[in-house]
Nanobody, 118 residues
Framework: QVQLVESGGGLVQPGGSLRLSCAAS????????ITWFRQAPGKEREGVSS????????FYADSVKGRFTISRDNAKNTLYLQMNSLRSDDTAVYYC???????????WGQGTQVTVSS
């Protein structure tokens, strides 16, 4: 059974940091892209960062480049999104999702709320 389970969200002050986790199970990670998305109230869903697990290539939206880092822990089958220098406009529900190269995203996690506020 394929599962993606996010955790690590919370309330943080501007300038602070959080690390989100995406625990994957039921499939072989190396075959997939994993992308972190976010959606703020009233806004469209935005792709934040992706990792191509076969070779570790990473991609970042301009809005987070230099502040966020995507990584994986092979032993734990877990992906991470380290978020530094957080701003109020980073407030959103963050989701991880998987897709095969050339295919649509087919599994999504339930999301974790990140709120950046003083």
């Amino acid at each position: 059974q394929v599962q993606l389970v996010e955790s690590g969200g919370g309330l943080v002050q501007p300038g602070g940091s959080l690390r989100l986790s995406c625990a994957a199970s039921g499939f072989t990670l190396d075959d997939y892209f994993i992308t972190w998305f976010r959606q703020a109230p009233g806004k469209e869903r935005e792709g934040v960062s992706s990792i191509r697990l076969r070779d570790g290539s990473t991609f970042y939206a301009d809005s987070v480049k230099g502040r966020f880092t995507i990584s994986r822990d092979n032993a734990k089958n877990t992906l991470y999104l380290q978020m530094n220098s957080l701003r109020s406009d980073d407030t959103a529900v963050y989701y991880c999702a998987r897709r095969l190269w050339g295919h649509e995203y087919d599994y999504w996690g339930q999301g974790t709320q990140v709120t950046v506020s003083s």
